[in-house]
């Protein structure tokens, strides 16, 4: 390897990068992230506005932006959207597949229905995204492949009950895993992030905000995540900083898993 310095390793110039869901929240955080560490960044979202006034902030960081209406558990438009992509820069270097949704409900009374739409967009549209991203990654012998997972992953939430959210997020740790192993061979790093309880609007709505003071509790860091608090990991995974890592979900979560 040459001897490059590491912020220079850090540096996307130049990179392309897709961020599903990336008109809020967390993708929101990951789209301006990847946009000030220098990548060009394609939004694919349901919604055009929020899409559209995100892909205005990658603009006024002086790098290029492309939004995409979707919806990721349809694979022709995850197809789509990649294929926008390479049509506008010759190229995709970076997915990230963060789109998701999450839901509430007794295990012994969950609505099929319910199940079947959370399993769909936070597992089925991870793959899709990521069958799509990789076919245009693999002729180049290269790419970054980031998935959102969670830490729920790992551990059951509580006082909430959301087994159908558990579940999808710990399939796509071992989904990230899978496709890690099959993908090396065409040089796709394919990773996961994991966070814990990170600010967002719906933490303060009415349906949430009582729970707070029992996810603090729970935190030994003693408070709630800030979507800046993930954009290190997502610009990290993206750079040739991360070049030999592959496989790995990387857990940021204020210390909520070491108990």
Known sequence: MDAVGILDRLRLDGRVALVTGGG???????????????????????????????????????????????????????RRAVQAVVD???RLDVGVNNAGVGSWADAEVYPEAEWDRVLAINLKGV???AQAEAQVMIPRKYGKII????MSAHIVN???NQVAYNASKAGVVHLTRTLAAE??????RVNSIS???????????EAVR?????????????????????????????SEASDFMTGHDLVIDGGYTVW
């Open 210 to 238: 009582h729970l707070v003071p029992r996810w603090l509790e729970a935190t030994p860091l003693g408070r709630l995540g800030e979507v800046e608090d993930l954009q290190g990991a997502v610009v990290y995974l993206a």
């Open 183 to 188: 993908w090396a061979r065409y040089g796709i």
């Open 127 to 129: 793959f899709l995204c």
């Open 158 to 160: 509580r006082p909430q």
């Open 88 to 90: 506008r820069w010759g």
């Open 24 to 78: 809020q929240g967390i993708g929101r955080g990951f789209a301006l992230a990847l946009a000030e560490a220098g990548a060009h960044v394609a939004i694919l979202d349901l919604n055009e506005a929020t899409a559209n006034a995100v892909a205005g902030e990658v603009r006024s960081r002086g790098r290029e932006a492309l939004v995409v209406v979707g919806d990721v558990t349809v694979a022709a438009d995850c």
């Open 195 to 205: 966070p814990g309880y990170i600010h967002t609007p719906l933490v303060e709505s």
């Open 147 to 150: 998935n959102t997972a969670s």
